[in-house]
Each structure stands twice: as structure tokens, then as C-alpha cells.
């Protein structure tokens, strides 16, 4: 099992530890509920260093690039970020992840940490048929620190060398932080003002401690893998293996916006045109139960008793006090207000589609 | 870890506290520690006849699901209503307000097959 550079850190603040894609990664410290709220409220600290990190770079970069995601990366400047599904030639998502352009020639790409040997093998045999193309996989230099809430500027501002007031949403700047190099992005996956910290594994505790410490008077919490979980879902962001998969298309996952079809040739292409022009045949939908119950992933929708989708996310929302999900229903039941009815254990409970972000 | 030694408890991490004929059920400390913040509750009606180490209900945390078995036989004569509202009495106070059934039970032989609480104890230990 592999450990990050602050599994120490979290031993340190009593952490509880679990496997998440083979690596030992918080889940929560105090409370998933009470991280969940700090973040939502004043700040919250997350280890991420889990997260794939794999660089291509080369003259033909940018084509390896573009043949494999189905954003466009194109128009992005040095210092942009774009979030796109990278799809197999039938449409199915091999994986979602972030393009950085940190230079002309370079793109890192930032990936599911349950994906990245997957994504790896991938983007190798994309790179067979171009010339000038490196691909390598730099997850172990890589810690990431993601610092997430509406009071993370204030926490993250005084130990930066730059001032990054002005920084907008998916982009980044090469910086110092608390002495160090680092890159920071304004990303996240709360739905927050937020920031992500890619810097060497060897200053990760350092940076981390400071980050603490800057913040422990201002209500900053350590966050874990159980918060990020529920605050991504209230925002209705795709988790890869819950909401999304090899067999799911970015169309029907509510994705289309990420499938650039005016972009020439990238794995897909043909098939998502296909799909798109005859029609999907199920769409990712939140939802909100009526009565008493938490929908949980693979539990079966139903409307007048037949089987019409699955549930793929579902916890207790702690912002709404209420339980949500996300599932696939077929096309034609998919209407907002429209009652559902989710199969836990042996009973039928209600629950009714909404509009996402939940919040 | 709090393990009061007036129980008797379940290698599911239930305990039970027996006043003559009746008994409390709840789950331990440790099981809610494990859960983490518990916001969903299922549990049986009143009448209901089980058997020992019958599953009888649901807790739900944030992240699991873990269902709750009988540490001994028995008919539930009530159910801690509270609960259905207020999950995170399990958390707060699990082996007080935060109960879950109380069951007429017959056969105090069943007891022998629980732990007491040095038992449990190393139990814990072992886990």
C-alpha cells in the first residue's frame, strides 16, 4: 500500500486511515459532517497527493493531447487549465481529469489516482504514433495539497510569494509558497473558492504545517476523503467509478460541454457524434428523497415497479440536512419534479428529481 | 474506551443490559467511533419476535452501512423513537440516550454465548 509524504501529518492529527485505490488516505479526522461544514463555511485542508500526475511534453505535445481529450486545449495560454473526459474509440470515459499547460510545449495532466496506471498505459500507446512526444509519470514528485472555502485566499495569501487575489477559476501561476516552489491553481472539487499546491513531496509536510498553522485561528480544518466526497456530490461533480465509467459516455453523464465536435479528430469523435445525433439513452439526474432513507451506489430506481436506473451516488447531504443522490434513468423519465421511487434493502422509497448543483 | 461492566456484548459490537425480564440494546463506543457521524436509523416495530444474532436493523453513517444483530432472542416491546430524528444520540451517548430496542427475552442461557465487558475488552484488543 502505498503512503503519501504526509501520511505521518495524519497519524499526527488521529486520522482515521482507509485504502482508497491502493493508497492509506484519511478518510476523516474529527467528523466527515463537522470537515464538511468548515469547508462550506470557513476552510478546509485536503491531502490529494493520491492524485495522478502524469507530464507530456515535446514538440508534438499539444497533438498528443488533443487527440486524447474531448475538451479543446488549444486555446489554452500558458498558466490555463482546462477539465476534460479523456474516451475510448466507443465514447466510454477511460478516465476525467485536469490539462495544465505549463509551457508551448508542456501539459501535465492531473488524474484519478484509481486510474493513473490505467491512464498511463493509455496515453503511452496514444504517444506510439507521434514523433517528438515524452510522456512521463511524475505522481510521486508530486504531493498536492488542495486548501478549499470561502476563507482559503486569506489562509493561503500571506505565505505566497505572489499575490494571487486576481487569480481566476482553472488557472495557475509558478510560485513560492512558505519558501518553496510550488505551482497553485485556483481549482477544487468542493464547489468553493479554492486552491490546489503541487510542489516536491520533499517540502509537502513543511507547507502543510504552514498552511495549518496560518489557518487554525481562522476555523481551518484537516479535511478527508469522506468530506470531499460529500461536498463534491451537493455540487453534483462526477466521481470517475461512482458516476461515470468505461461503459458511461460523457453525453449522457451531463458532460456535453466538455465534447468539443468542432475540434478535428480525438479519441471518440465518431462514435459521440453518433450517440449524439440518435439520441442518449439514459442521463445522470440528482435527486432528493421524499421519505425516509440514504440512496446508495448501485441501488435500483423504480417507477411503477419497473427498473428504470441506477443510483450511482448518494449520501446524507450535511448542508440541506437531507439525502441526495445522483443516478442514470432512462431518457423518458428524466423531468424535473418527476417521483422516483429508490429500492433500499426491501422497500420502495420515495424520492423526486431535482436540478443540479444540489446547492 | 468506555466499557461499562454491567453489559454483556456482541463480537458485532453490540451490548445489552438486562433489568429482569427485559433488556436494552444498543451498540458500543467503539462501534460508533468506527461508523463515524451516524444520520439514519432502521429498526423494528414493537412485537416483533427475533432470534438471537438475527439482524433487527440498519445504522447508516456518512460513508457505511452496518447492519445490527439480537444478542439474545426475544420480542421488542420498544423502540427509541428519538433516534429517528436525532441519529447522532449513537454518537453523543451510545450506551445511554443513544439505545436503540428494548426486548422481552426468555432464555437467560443465552447470555453465556456474549462477553462481559473484560472479555470485550480484550476482544477489542485482539481486533
Known amino acids: 500500500m502505498k503512503k503519501t509524504a504526509l501520511y505521518d501529518a495524519h497519524l499526527d492529527l488521529d486520522a482515521k486511515i482507509i485504502d482508497f485505490g491502493g493508497w492509506e488516505m484519511p478518510v476523516q479526522y474529527s467528523s466527515i459532517i463537522e470537515e464538511h461544514k468548515a469547508v462550506r463555511n470557513q476552510a478546509g485542508i485536503f491531502d490529494v497527493s493520491h492524485m495522478g500526475e502524469i507530464m507530456i511534453s515535446g514538440k508534438q505535445a499539444k497533438d498528443l493531447v488533443q487527440r486524447l481529450i474531448t475538451n479543446n486545449a488549444a486555446k489554452l495560454t500558458k498558466g490555463q487549465i482546462v477539465y476534460t473526459p479523456i474516451c475510448y474509440e466507443d465514447g466510454g470515459i477511460v478516465d476525467d481529469l485536469l490539462v495544465y499547460k505549463l509551457d508551448i510545449d508542456k501539459f501535465l495532466l492531473v488524474v484519478n489516482a484509481s486510474n493513473t496506471t490505467k491512464d498511463l498505459r493509455w496515453v503511452k500507446k496514444n504517444a506510439e504514433v507521434f514523433e517528438d512526444v515524452k510522456v512521463e509519470d511524475k505522481t510521486d514528485y508530486y504531493s498536492l495539497i488542495a486548501l478549499q472555502g470561502p476563507i482559503s485566499r486569506e489562509i493561503i495569501n500571506p505565505l505566497l510569494e505572489d499575490d494571487i487575489s486576481d487569480l481566476k477559476f482553472y488557472n495557475f501561476i509558478n510560485t513560492n509558497i512558505a519558501g518553496v516552489e510550488a505551482i497553485v491553481s485556483r481549482t477544487g472539487y468542493t464547489g468553493e473558492l479554492g486552491f490546489e499546491i503541487y510542489l516536491d513531496s520533499e517540502n509537502a509536510v513543511e507547507v502543510w504545517e504552514a498552511l495549518i498553522e496560518e489557518g487554525k485561528d481562522k476555523g481551518l480544518k484537516p479535511a478527508g476523503l469522506g468530506a470531499r466526497d460529500t461536498l463534491r456530490l451537493e455540487k453534483a461533480l462526477c466521481l470517475y467509478g461512482n458516476d461515470i465509467d468505461e461503459s458511461t459516455n460523457p453525453l449522457e453523464a451531463g458532460l456535453g460541454w466538455t465534447v468539443k465536435f468542432d475540434k478535428d479528430g480525438f479519441n471518440g469523435k465518431e462514435k459521440l457524434e453518433q450517440i449524439k445525433e440518435e439520441g442518449i439513452q439514459k442521463k445522470l439526474v440528482g435527486f432528493i428523497m421524499s421519505e425516509r432513507g440514504i440512496p446508495r451506489h448501485g441501488y435500483e430506481i423504480v417507477i411503477d415497479n419497473e427498473v428504470v436506473g441506477e443510483v450511482t451516488s448518494g449520501s446524507y447531504s450535511p448542508t440541506l440536512d437531507e439525502n441526495i443522490g445522483m443516478a442514470y434513468i432512462d431518457k423518458e423519465y428524466v423531468k424535473k419534479d418527476t417521483e422516483i421511487k429508490i429500492r433500499i434493502r426491501k422497500r420502495e422509497v420515495k424520492a423526486r428529481i431535482v436540478e443540479t448543483p444540489f446547492i | ?127
Not at chain 2, 462501534?31 to 414493537?46: C, H, K, N, T, Y
Not at chain 2, 432470534?51 to 444483530?69: H, P
Not at chain 2, 432472542?73 to 430524528?85: A, K, T
Open chain 2, 1 to 127: 474506551m468506555n466499557i461499562p461492566n454491567d453489559l454483556y456484548y456482541t463480537e458485532n459490537h453490540e451490548w445489552i443490559s438486562i433489568e429482569g425480564k427485559e433488556a436494552v440494546v444498543g451498540i458500543t463506543e467503539h462501534a460508533q467511533e468506527e461508523l463515524g457521524d451516524i444520520v439514519f436509523v432502521e429498526l423494528p416495530s414493537v412485537e416483533e419476535e427475533l432470534d438471537q444474532f438475527e439482524e433487527f436493523g440498519v445504522i447508516e453513517s456518512v460513508k457505511a452501512v452496518s447492519d445490527v444483530f439480537m444478542p439474545v432472542s426475544g420480542i421488542v416491546v420498544e423502540v427509541n423513537d428519538d433516534l429517528m430524528d436525532e441519529p447522532e444520540k449513537i454518537n453523543e451517548d451510545p450506551f445511554g440516550s443513544g439505545w436503540l430496542i428494548k426486548v422481552e427475552f426468555k432464555d437467560k442461557g443465552e447470555l453465556d454465548e456474549l462477553m462481559d465487558s473484560t472479555e470485550y475488552e480484550a476482544f477489542l484488543e485482539e481486533e
